[in-house]
């Protein structure tokens, strides 16, 4: 087997950092009491300035006179993890929590998916475009993955020598081991991973109990991993604190499109889509502010739904300031991905159709835009209706795109291309018709569907056009 761990060193200030726009303000997370509070985490400006974790923010303050300091949220490095974990759960369906980190079982998966630097490689810009930091590793087993990524990033080994051999340095403190091993052993002269391995089992066992040896044995995979595997939710319901009050739409259109593209990682995990979804704008008083978005097929796009929410969200009026941003999704249903031509014609800057589609359902109202669907009716009249959600479209003949709501005498002389086809029916509800279809060619070059007496090519009637 083979385990890749994504050490996730700075979790807490990833999440908060990813939800602004770019800047260089100064910014620290802070945790404890509110006599004492401590710094857990800065970001690169408030390092130049010489904040650093474990100082008290009282200390800090004296050194920098201006800086955000947000309290740390524990709940929230927890929804950061599994949103994570849903991302990596589409290169396996072996997914693992550990503090600060996410391990997956990837041997299964490299058949598809390609050997280890291809997958390393996918991994690091899956997670460096959400905009989270990490460190990466691979071994044999997923505790020796863990602790090697807390030493070197980017270490692979495959098997369980070249394991031996990498855990040998690592220092006691890197090693994941039980605390009170690690501040006991070095007193021992114990200060290696590599020392402890070599010890006799009988003296730890009497020193330390069954509980360090368990520890090694899973270190090694001389015993089972003892944890359980993540499965990705059902349901998404998100949330994003806005950093002040917002009176103008505009200003959710960063927030918006973060939180799509977050929708589409995880839907892209679950090999899944989304057709509805509601967004929640969150005032300080009253209720929230509802903005369903619903879409004619299930999507994953992250522009695709970006287009399709922003649509919505610009023709809604705020009654009050938004205090937060909030994403429910109770549907996921499955998706299919569109076909696409190998010789694509389109220009560059085209749309996808799904995208464009999107936009125009937003900007123009839901009924502006639908799909056709077919009815048991053979008379062209009552063969086309307005599909209803999820139906496809399924034609076996040629029809025209654009079917005259009657038809018109066509003048002029034409080309026959295809036909006759014979349509005779209607004979149980009075509408009885003969007719003899073609397609047909007229001296501009328009391609038409015209019809005429059976048996005859004179009186051409024109029932519709060919785009």
């Known amino acids: 087997m083979l385990w890749a761990c994504l050490l996730l060193p ?15 303000h100064p910014l620290v997370l ?22 650093h974790i474990g100082q008290r923010l009282t200390t800090a303050q004296a050194l920098l006179a201006r800086f955000e300091a947000i309290p740390y949220d524990a709940s929230e490095v927890d929804r950061w993890q599994q949103f994570l974990a849903s991302v990596a759960y589409r290169y396996s369906s072996q997914v693992v929590l550990l503090p600060h980190a996410i391990v997956l079982e990837i041997s299964r998966s490299r058949s598809l998916l ?13 997670f460096s475009a959400l905009g989270f930091h990490h460190r990466v590793a691979a071994a044999p087993t997923p505790h020796a993955a863990y602790v090697l990524a ?45 020392q402890l391995l070599r010890m006799p089992r009988d ?50 259109v960063f927030p918006l499109k973060r939180m799509m593209g977050d929708l589409a990682a995880y839907l892209s995990g679950r090999d899944g889509g989304v057709q509805r979804f509601v967004l929640q704008l969150e005032h ?12 004619l097929s299930p999507e994953r796009d992250a522009d695709v739904l970006f287009e399709a929410a922003r649509g919505r969200l610009e023709q809604v009026q705020l009654p009050s300031p938004v205090l937060s941003l909030r994403l429910i999704v109770d549907d996921l249903p499955g998706f299919v991905p569109a076909g696409r031509d190998l ?34 009716d053979p008379r062209p009249e009552h063969s086309q209706r307005v599909a209803v959600q999820d139906e496809s479209f399924i034609e076996p003949r040629a029809r025209p795109t654009w079917l005259l709501e009657r038809p018109i005498p066509l003048r002029g002389n034409v080309h026959i291309l295809a036909g006759p086809e014979r349509l005779e029916t209607g004979w149980w509800d009075g509408g009885e018709m003969r007719r003899d279809y073609y397609i047909v060619e007229t001296t501009l070059g328009q391609l038409a569907w015209a019809f005429c007496a059976p048996d005859e090519q004179s009186g051409w009637m024109l029932h519709g056009w060919f785009a």
């Open 284 to 295: 300080r008083e009253g209720e929230a502010t509802r903005v369903p978005v619903g879409m």
């Open 150 to 194: 807390g030493v070197s990033d980017g270490q692979a080994v495959f098997t369980h020598d070249a394991m031996l051999h990498a855990l040998d340095d690592v220092p006691l403190q890197h090693s994941r081991l039980p605390d009170d091993a690690i501040d006991a052993l070095p007193r021992m002269g114990i200060r290696s991973l590599g």
């Open 203 to 252: 003296g730890l066992q009497r020193r330390f109990g069954k509980t360090l040896l368990q520890a090694m044995d899973r270190l090694l995979g001389d015993a089972p991993a003892g944890f359980d595997l993540f499965v990705p939710p059902d349901a998404v319901d998100w949330r994003i604190e806005l950093s002040h009050e917002v009176e103008n739409i505009a200003a959710l």
């Open 114 to 126: 390609g050997e280890w630097p291809t997958i390393e490689r996918h991994l690091r810009h899956d």
């Open 30 to 51: 802070v945790d404890g009491p509110l006599n004492a509070r401590v710094v857990v985490a800065v970001n690169a400006s408030a390092h130049q300035a010489g904040l």
């Open 343 to 376: 010789f694509d014609e389109r220009p560059a800057n085209a749309l996808p159709f799904e995208q464009l589609r999107e936009r125009l359902r937003a900007r123009l109202g839901d009924r502006a835009v639908y799909r056709w669907g077919t009815t048991i």
């Open 10 to 24: 700075h979790l807490a200030l990833d999440g908060v950092l990813r939800r602004r726009p770019d800047d260089d």
